[in-house]
């Protein structure tokens, strides 16, 4: 019956909501926007190299661009639902499950999407992603989430040689997704999810532009060169929109969905980072997804070393396109808010904090990765026992997170929104 409400409603005026206007608020007010899903892109390839071969040229040079913001600090927070977990946290800023896929065990919930919260200014959604409609479930779930039009497998011409490893290879998708952009309706909201960067990284050799990595992954090796291929594709649909006309009055986003190599590979990653091993705190580290926001002429463009994530997403938007999130119900902050909460969660309850990184319960100093030492005092019996004040702060923290998580779970599984208006005036 919605009995926990308030309490989730209080939560979020005290903890998360701002009362600042951003400095971006509306910076975005009526741009189509072009929002690219780059398929298991982790931040460690951002400006590194192979053996001396650039990994993403095309996203290095976006980083220092004018016009671009780039977080190099920002966390992907999926778990099973990996794909439609990003989805999940991008259009609702609530926390996927800890277990299965809300694609699927609640596409039939109420929810109030950046869809449909866009529906405000007219935006016109669709999403553009050649596979068969119902991975993930994601036919069902746009109809929950409002999406208006779904440009699945079937809008695409996929042959044998335009398709390698899950299906159509990425630059030809892109390149045939531009006719339907330029018919829709405007302002539009678009999604493009990429699909060539995915495990287990197969490329034809035409389409390798760098050799593969040497350790006893294969997954790790071949991953480089199927990340080299999705950075062309993404510059290459920068040079077809602007084309077609189509870059001037748009926002582009780029966000990693999720990480692409997992903890199986640690060795081969190690090996490949130069380190002794992936400790537990490099691992939070490597969670780390490349996420950008491209405005065409803006010239303000940095990069943020604020610690963020995909949960930031929702508001970040909204208020760029002049949308106001008042009483809407979400778990992140406007990015370009100084008052933010301070930390991100992991769905299976580590966090990132500006000054801890905690997994497993365990918690460590973010610059120094330095396990911080849970003080016990037992020799010094003239003065009391005290707790360390980090431990103290970073534990107060894992409350938080818990806390929110629990609140999230609770929308989620008892479809809460439904007892919400969104329309009345607060
Ligand atoms: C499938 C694609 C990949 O449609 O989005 O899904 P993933 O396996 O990465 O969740
Ligand atoms: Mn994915």
Redesign the pocket.
Known sequence: DGNELPEIQDYIEENIRSNETSDLFGVAEDKNVIFIWA??IQSFVIDNDVYGQEITPFLNSLTTDEDTYYFENFYHQTEQ????DSEFLIENSLYPLSRGAAFFTHAQNEYHGLSEMMKEKDYYSAVF?A??KS??N?EQMYDSLKVDHFYGQDAYEITDENSVG?GLKDKPFFEQSIKYLQSLEEPYYSKF?T?TN??PFELDEEDKSIDPYDSNSNTLNNFFPTVRYMDEAIELFFDQLKDAGLYEDSVIVIMG??DGISANHNKAMSMYLDKEEITPFDYVQLQRVPFFIHIPGHGEGEIKSEVSGQIDVKPTLLHMLGIETDNDIYFGNDLFHNDRKGYIALRNGDFISDDYVSTSGVCYDRKTGEAIEVVENEAETETESQPDESTDACASIGEKVEKEMGYSDDLVYGDLFRFIDFDQDN
């Open positions: 398929e298991s639902g990996k794909t439609s992603h596979n068969n991975f993930w994601r899950w999810i699909l995915h495990f969905d999720h």
